[in-house]
Each structure stands twice: as C-alpha cells, then as structure tokens.
Nanobody, 124 residues
Framework: QVQLVESGGGLVQAGGSLRLSCAAS????????MGWFRQAPGKEREFVGV????????SYADAVKGRFTISRDNAKNTAYLQMNSLKPEDTAVYYC?????????????????WGRGTQVTVSS
C-alpha cells in the first residue's frame, strides 16, 4: 500500500524552527522526486520546494528561499523539510508529495502521491 506520512508539525513562535518529516512506504522512494506544498486557510495549495531523486538538486519558492531546506534519506525512505526563521505567514498545513516525472516542479498536478498533511502554526 502506497503511503506518505508527514510528521513534525506543531506550534512555534516567530523566528523559531521546525523540522518536518515525510515517511514513505509501499513503493520505490528513490525513484521519485519529492515535493513539499502548503495550504493556508482560504488559500490554494502552493509549492514550497522539491528535491531530486538522489538529493543532489533542490528548488524552492521565493517565499521560503534561504529559510527552508529540503533533504532526503533514500535509505530511510524519508524526506525532510527544515524550516528556520519561521514567520506567521508560514502558518499552513504542510504536505509532502512524490512525483515520478523528472520534470515535476511547482505544478501539484505532476505529483502522483500525497500525504495527509501536518499543521504548522507560527505565532507572532
């Protein structure tokens, strides 16, 4: 059974940090690009960042560039989103997603599998 499970969300003060994890099972993790998206109340789901299959390449949305870092451990079938210098506007449900296409980037339609999300709340 294909599964993606996010964890690590919570409540943090502005300026703080959180590290989200995304554990995959039921498929060959290393063959997929891994993306992170987020969705704030009343807004569309938006791209946060993506990492290549071997972890050698990453790309980020301008809103998080320099503050967020995506990594992965293919031996553990897990992707990570390290979030530093958090701002109240980072408050959202964060989702990880897996894409078979090597071209998958910002478009959520390119992603094949999705987790259920984890809530991140940043207080001012």
């Amino acid at each position: 059974q294909v599964q993606l499970v996010e964890s690590g969300g919570g409540l943090v003060q502005a300026g703080g940090s959180l590290r989200l994890s995304c554990a995959a099972s039921g498929w060959t993790f290393s063959r997929y690009r891994m993306g992170w998206f987020r969705q704030a109340p009343g807004k569309e789901r938006e791209f946060v960042g993506v990492i290549s299959r071997n972890g050698g390449s990453t790309s980020y949305a301008d809103a998080v560039k320099g503050r967020f870092t995506i990594s992965r451990d293919n031996a553990k079938n897990t992707a990570y989103l390290q979030m530093n210098s958090l701002k109240p506007e980072d408050t959202a449900v964060y989702y990880c997603a897996a894409a078979a296409s090597l071209l998958a980037n910002t478009d959520r339609n390119d992603y094949n599998y999705w987790g259920r999300g984890t809530q991140v709340t940043v207080s001012s």
